[in-house]
Structures are given as C-alpha cells and as structure tokens.
C-alpha cells in the first residue's frame, strides 16, 4: 500500500492555458474522488469515479473541467482555459466501495494561476 | 456549499491539555467523519462515525455524535505538538453509499510544547 500521489504536486500556468494533473490511487481501491481546496476552507468534491465510470459531478465542475479514469486505475483532471478562480489544492482520494471505507487523500496539487 | 461548521475556528493549547472541537452539521447523515491535515499537505482519516452510534474512541481521540442536535465533537487528549493542524468534519450524505463527503470549514489546532 504505497498510497495515493498525484503529479506534479505544484502548478503554476498564466490564465487562458490549460492544465493536466494526474491521481494514482491505491491499486485495490475501485472508487476514485477529486476535491477542491481553497486557503481557509474545507475541501469541496467534484467529482467521483467508481472503477472507470464517472458516477457524479458537482456543479462545480463546470464545463472547463472534465476528469478520466480510464481502465479504471489513474485518474486525470484538466482545466481547460484557466481563470485566476481556478487557483486552489485539488486533491484526490479513492477508497474501497462501502458504506464504511474511510477515503485515503493524496498530498494534493497545489495550483496558481497567474 | 459547505455543510459541517466546526467551533472553533482556532484553538491554541499547551502540550498536555486536552482539546475540543466542534461540529454542527444541516441535514441528516448517514455517517460523520474527522479528518486531520497538516499545512499544505493531504487529509488523514481519523475516525468514522455511524448515525446510530453515540460515542466511539480511537486512542487518544473520543468522538461523540448527537443526531437530535446535528452536532459531533472531537477530543484529543494528552495533546503532543505533533497534534498541531487542521480538523475537519465530513458528512456523508449520499444516501449511504459513502462516496459524497461535505467538510467543514474546518479548526485550527496548535498545541504549544
């Protein structure tokens, strides 16, 4: 159990580029998460895969927005035409299915868009 | 939107004290959890709560939950400095299959050596 990372773990892009960051989850975890952080508050959830169907998306997650989890193993989430509003951590979990498994977070992706 | 508000927003202790924190919550849940993340980095799961528990204990950690009062608080005892961070609460409330976590804003603990 090595984990969960994410790539790259900092991101800084001018506004208008886009970006890609990438989640591995812990191999046997079928269930896949994306949250969002901004300074000061909880995380907020975007979206969620179970093995490599994508079962929920937040408002949030506007059309700028669309995440992967092809073959049901790493997960991608690209931002397309970043705004400064973009700025956070996005963070991922996955967690195995079931009322009771507790979600396992990665070190997050912190990115700045300038 | 986010649904738990922990109380609260700051805490600053000595080594050795005991710390609580708060939780309110809006609407029904299915279980509540406590997180942990030190600055800058990744959340760690502390302990999970049903909502037909009152009361569960995980070390160092006693958690309770009052479904009347939607609310849950989170001691730590014998605090350590290592226990400085941030605590946040997380509602589930995807009809229990425990994939939508709401957090809170979240409390500033700093336990001073």
């Known amino acids: 159990d090595t984990g969960v990372s994410q790539d790259p773990r900092h991101k800084i892009t001018k506004r208008g580029q886009n970006v890609t960051f990438r989640c591995d989850p812990i191999?046997?975890?079928?269930?896949l998460y994306w949250y969002r952080q901004t300074l000061g508050q909880g995380p907020e959830f975007l979206t969620y895969?179970?093995?490599?169907?994508?079962?929920?998306k937040s408002r949030l997650l506007s059309d700028r927005f669309s995440a992967e989890r092809p073959k049901g193993s790493f997960s991608t989430l690209e931002i397309q035409r970043t705004e400064q509003g973009d700025s956070a951590m996005y963070l991922c979990a996955s967690s195995r299915q079931g009322a009771s498994h507790e979600q396992y977070f990665g070190p997050g992706t912190r990115l700045t868009v300038t | 939107s986010q649904q738990g508000e922990e109380d609260p927003q700051a805490l600053s202790i000595q080594e050795g004290e005991n710390a609580t924190m708060n939780c309110s919550y809006k609407?029904?849940?299915?279980?509540l959890q406590w997180y942990r993340q030190n600055s800058g980095r990744g959340l760690v799961h502390l302990i999970l709560i049903r909502s037909n528990e009152r009361e569960k204990h995980s070390g160092r950690l006693r958690v309770t939950l009052d479904t009347s009062k939607k609310s849950s608080s989170l001691l730590i005892t014998a605090s350590r400095a290592a226990d400085t961070a941030s605590y946040f609460c997380?509602?589930?409330?995807?009809?229990?299959?425990?994939?939508?976590?709401?957090f809170g804003k979240g409390t500033l603990l700093t336990v001073n050596p």
């Open positions: 191999s046997e975890h079928n269930r």
């Open positions: 895969f179970q093995n490599e169907a994508q079962l929920e």
């Open positions: 609407t029904s849940i299915n279980n």
């Open positions: 997380a509602t589930d409330n995807s009809g229990g299959s425990n994939y939508k976590l709401t």
